[in-house]
Structures are given as structure tokens and as C-alpha cells.
């Protein structure tokens, strides 16, 4: 059974830099697409960035391009979410996904195994 364990987050000030990681156990991260999620209170679940299997290619929200950046290793079997310039907005529980379509689509539905998540958040 595949697992995804989220850590790194935690409360920092508007501003700062947090890196997450998600270690991937029972499974080869490079058969993966990874994409980070984050959910707000009251507010659905929703893409933040994402990368493709080999590393290749990433993507990411509008609101985090040029903010953030996800990277892997696969030889270690984890993801990383590199946040920087911090904004209260970013506020959110952030959540790992893997997707083993061979086409990740980076849609929050087509995910198949996810974290437990781990809370970010920005004060002002």
C-alpha cells in the first residue's frame, strides 16, 4: 500500500520561507506524477503545484508562480514544496497526491493516494 507522509509545516511570519517534504513509502516515486494541494478553512481543496514523474516538467497555480517551487528525488522517494515570500493567504493544510497515470492531468480527482497533510500558517 502506497503512503504519503507530509512534514515541514508549521507558522511563520508574511514574508518567510518554509520547505515541505512528502516521503512516498510502498511505492517507486518515479512511477508517480506528485502534485501538492492545500485546503483552507471553509474553502475546497485545490492545486498548488505539481511535477511530472522524471522531474521534468512543473506546474503551478498562478497565485504561487515565481513564490514557490516543487522538486523531487526520487532515489530518496520524496517531494518537496519550496515556499518562499510567504503571503497570509497561503494560509491553508497542505496535502501530498500521487497520480500513476503515465498522463497526469494534475486534477485533484485523478489523484489516487494522498498525505495526511500538514498545516501551513502565515501571520501578518
Known amino acids: 500500500q502506497v503512503q504519503l507522509v507530509e512534514s515541514g509545516g508549521g507558522l511563520v511570519q508574511a514574508g518567510g520561507s518554509l520547505r515541505l517534504s512528502c516521503v512516498v513509502s510502498?511505492?517507486?516515486?518515479?512511477?508517480?506524477?506528485m502534485g501538492w494541494f492545500r485546503q483552507a478553512p471553509g474553502k475546497e481543496r485545490e492545486f498548488a503545484a505539481g511535477i511530472s514523474r522524471s522531474g521534468g516538467a512543473a506546474y503551478y497555480t498562478d497565485s504561487v508562480k515565481g513564490r514557490f517551487t516543487i522538486s523531487r528525488d526520487n532515489a530518496k522517494n520524496t517531494v518537496y514544496l519550496h515556499m518562499s515570500s510567504l503571503k497570509p493567504e497561503d494560509t491553508a493544510v497542505y496535502y501530498c497526491?500521487?497520480?500513476?497515470?503515465?498522463?497526469?492531468?494534475?486534477?485533484?480527482?485523478?489523484?489516487?493516494?494522498w498525505g495526511q497533510g500538514t498545516q501551513v500558517t502565515v501571520s501578518s
Open positions: 510502498g511505492g517507486t516515486l518515479s512511477s508517480y506524477a
Open positions: 497526491g500521487a497520480d500513476a497515470n503515465p498522463w497526469a492531468t494534475m486534477r485533484l480527482r485523478d489523484f489516487d493516494y
